[in-house]
């Protein structure tokens, strides 16, 4: 558990979706708020230029999420020992809590379409409403191998609220488990177009494109050696990394499109981070996997 210290300005209105916090508030205003909603920290300081543009774009994401979400924001020069215990190395950097623990972060400034796809993601985990129960349900079911009545459930969830978007993903993922690709893709294609890049919906497609490749993915231990006999062959460690990914090794697909991404961040047409992207869309929002693998590529991008 982290330990806040007790010193630092007061913060702003309780009731604000943005605002700034010092360390002595840290608990109440980042690990208790997140039991209830997600909160996203924004680590900046006056003197960093890129805070200056990710700072105002995540508050207009969060203002957007109609409280969804809140932000948090804390000068790093003013906080320094809750930037220490969160390992903050450089600015900006952003982590989001949910239910008291970081699921998620970047470092550095990002384009305000990625920070509303950001915010929106961890919007998201903030299911609410009477089906939350039934969701949670159905995805203990899947989880379980019950397929059948996990279908049952995600279809009643879809009848009972069309715009279920975590129903939509879960069904999909039910027809990925029983192989039926072609099916799974007509059940997200179904969903309203409201709720049709919603991050449910984007990672269950994630998912369906990861089930492709796995049936053209070759030998692990044969696209090992052609790596190692030349690690400068990007398509072989690109296919490497697939097959990994198709054998059930997703943090060594991952490590392997990491190497990619550091060796030539352009090779064909930025293919590594995309598929990067792809991976950790079809992973848990709090999957330690993701949370670590989008740190690495994040402190590539920024080095």
């Known amino acids: 558990m982290l330990e806040m210290g007790q010193t630092g300005a007061a913060p702003a209105n309780d009731g604000a979706l943005v605002k700034e916090i010092s360390e002595a508030t840290f608990m109440e205003d980042v690990i208790e708020a997140s039991k209830e909603v ?23 994401a969060v203002n957007a999420a109609g409280g969804k979400v809140k932000m ?16 903050v190395q450089s600015i900006p950097t952003v982590y989001a809590f949910h239910d008291g623990q970081p699921v998620d972060g970047f470092q550095g400034a990002l384009p305000q379409s990625q920070v509303n796809q950001f915010v929106e993601k961890m919007a998201a985990l903030a299911t609410e409403g009477p089906l939350a129960a039934a969701i949670a349900s159905a995805e203990e079911m899947l989880e379980a191998g019950a397929l059948d009545d996990a279908a049952q459930t995600f279809a009643a ?27 799974a893709e007509a059940v997200l294609n179904g969903a309203p177009a409201e709720i049709s890049h919603s991050p449910e919906i984007d990672g269950a497609h994630a998912k369906i494109a990861l089930a492709r490749q796995a049936a053209e993915a070759g030998p692990v231990d044969d696209l090992r050696a052609k790596v190692a006999a030349d690690p400068a062959d990007h398509q072989a460690r690109f296919d490497l990394a697939k097959a990994l990914h198709a054998s059930g090794d997703v943090q060594g697909a991952v490590d392997e499109l990491l190497e990619i991404f550091r060796r030539d961040r352009e090779w064909n ?3 590594a ?25 994040s402190s590539i991008m920024f080095a």
């Open 273 to 297: 981070k995309a598929q990067l992207f792809t991976i950790f869309e079809a992973l848990p929002a709090n999957d330690p996997v993701s949370l670590a693998g989008r740190r690495k590529l």
């Open 157 to 183: 969830i879809i009848e009972e609220d069309p715009n279920a978007a975590a129903a939509y993903a879960g069904l999909a993922r039910v027809k990925i488990a029983e192989g039926n690709l072609e099916d």
């Open 38 to 60: 997600p909160v996203i920290v924004d680590f900046w300081a006056p003197w960093c230029g890129p805070c200056r543009t990710l700072g105002p774009a995540l508050e207009a």
């Open 72 to 87: 948090v924001k804390i000068n790093v020069d003013e906080n320094q020992q809750v930037a220490g215990q969160l390992r």
């Open 269 to 271: 047409d930025g293919a």
